[in-house]
């Protein structure tokens, strides 16, 4: 299972983004799918997930409010929308995928640059 992230870019502060994963195996269903994100210097951190069967969404408190998560409906995937972006917002995001009876993210995607200026 490969996950594949991109949308990621050089922006303002203000501006928004749209980050997309898509999940190479199309057989694969996994139990969640998320949006993780790691700054020069920081822990890699939890920006939203979704569950994959029951739609439930939990987002860092960072991102409430001004990031969105939702589901590739044509194929197994996420994307993240993210709005009035803030230079603190500078990270590779990366997206993973649980699969069912996994306690771990145990796919990720290569990661995907973002940086905010001000």
């Known amino acids: 299972v490969q996950l594949q992230a991109s949308g990621g870019g050089l922006v303002q502060a203000g501006a928004s983004l749209r980050l997309s994963c898509v999940v190479s195996t199309s057989t694969f269903s996994p139990a969640s799918m998320g949006w993780f994100r790691q700054a020069p210097g920081k822990e890699r951190e939890l920006v939203a997930s979704?569950?994959?069967?029951?739609?439930?969404?939990t987002y860092a408190d960072s991102a409430k409010g001004r990031f969105i998560i939702s589901r590739d409906t044509a194929n197994t995937g996420v994307y993240l929308q993210m709005y009035s972006l803030k230079p603190e917002d500078t990270a590779v995001y990366y997206c993973a995928a649980r699969p069912y009876r996994a306690s771990t993210w145990k796919y990720w995607g290569q990661g995907t640059l973002v940086t905010v200026s001000s």
């Open positions: 979704i569950h994959w069967t029951t739609s439930s969404i």
